[in-house]
């Protein structure tokens, strides 16, 4: 039996010029087409919006919030997707109540929930399309899922809201991602369980098993619709520090590993290039195989556009902020890398190293490390597992003998996506 993905094109929306400008500006008339757009894509999925909502239901929108971000990053959901769905739902189907709610990523370091609805605009957005209460996750409370059936994370501890909802839609945003290859709705499942400093839940398992404990995830509980919002993606250095890219798409499917895979199609990506997609399909979590995905609306092969992949290295990436990988997972690796495109964004980098000195930043075992290398510069230690090393007598050394040094523990530690950054820039 074939799985439905359906794709439909969102034309003419006003606002979309300004926005990739740098200025995001709502238009009712966008609101208005994004609207009539989502009415055809979700009926196009599953049949009509009465056999996805019945009389009284709760239903939660979970977008991807991201991490405490403007419309204008594009690494959060469209204000206008989240005002259109929920004006959408509260007029068209028969719900009781319609919730929005999310937790983002890196918490601690990047903002809390309420904070991050705010900079990106999606709390307005909500309430202006009608929402009946919009959830800041982590100020709710969290019970403890066992996942007997899961392969590396078999305690999720999942708020509240997620487990209540009679309903649970899937919003995530049609991005490129360093550590994941592509964030879609796999990826977006991070937002139900919380963030538990240093590497706990959220950050738990983000080494070389993110993409097996993204496809665990989805054992807690499967979305009954995904949505992708793909009005203007992400390609490049996703999640965080990519390119905007006009796509003006909207696609939607009630198997989240086959709304993943055709969107990844579209994305330039064989479905089996996504690990997360690739694991959950072998598992039997849904369907990965484009033969067997019926595309309804616009045909996958007409909207398909190359996106520009993320690059993970953060070797040589800035002249004079040196990095020392040798022996670690690619956890550490891809967040170093992450920080780094970010501080290159913001900072000159040259006067940096010509007025604060050369910078050194070492992760994992590093046996070739002379520790006088790190002698008279900055330097920053990432993760835990360098102790476990030959080579740790010899970072211990180079902590004594640098001008500043800074630790992040964790396994693997992601919020140096945003303190590694952070911390650079307080030089």
Known sequence: MDTNVSVVKVDNLKGNKEFIGGHFERH??????????????INLAVGDIDNLIKTGDRVLIKPNLAFLAPPESFSVVDPRVIEALVS?????SKAGEVWVGDNPSLGKHVGRARPAFKAAEMEEAALRGGADRVLFFDEEAAFTVEL????????????????????????????????????LGLKNWQGIIPNVHPSGQQQDTHRIDLDQKISDLLRIRKADLTLIDG??????????????????????????????????????????EVPSTQIAFSEGLGEMRLDKIKVKGVSADSVREFFKRPASN???????????IQQTCPGCYKYIRGALDSFKLTVDTQKFVEEKGETLIIAGGVPSLDYTDAEGKNLFVVGDCWKKFESREEVEKAMKV??????????APIYVFAQLNNDLQAL
């Open 402 to 411: 640098a001008k500043t040094v800074t630790e992040y523990p964790g396994c």
């Open 148 to 183: 007997p059936m899961a392969k590396v994370f078999k305690n999720a501890a999942v708020f509240r809201p997620v487990l209540d909802a009679d309903v649970l839609i899937n919003l995530p945003k049609m991005k490129t991602h360093l550590g994941g290859t592509v964030t």
């Open 88 to 92: 959408l739902l509260k007029e068209d």
């Open 314 to 324: 953060p070797v040589g990436l800035i002249p004079g902020i040196n990095v020392l």
């Open 231 to 272: 009005i203007i993606a992400m390609e490049g250095q996703g999640p965080h520090a990519g390119t905007p890219k006009e796509m003006n798409l909207l696609i939607a499917g009630q198997d989240t590993v086959a709304v993943d895979a055709l969107t990844s199609y579209i994305m330039g990506y064989e479905p089996h």
């Open 28 to 41: 009712e008339q966008d609101i208005k087409e994004i609207k009539d757009s989502l009415r055809e894509v």
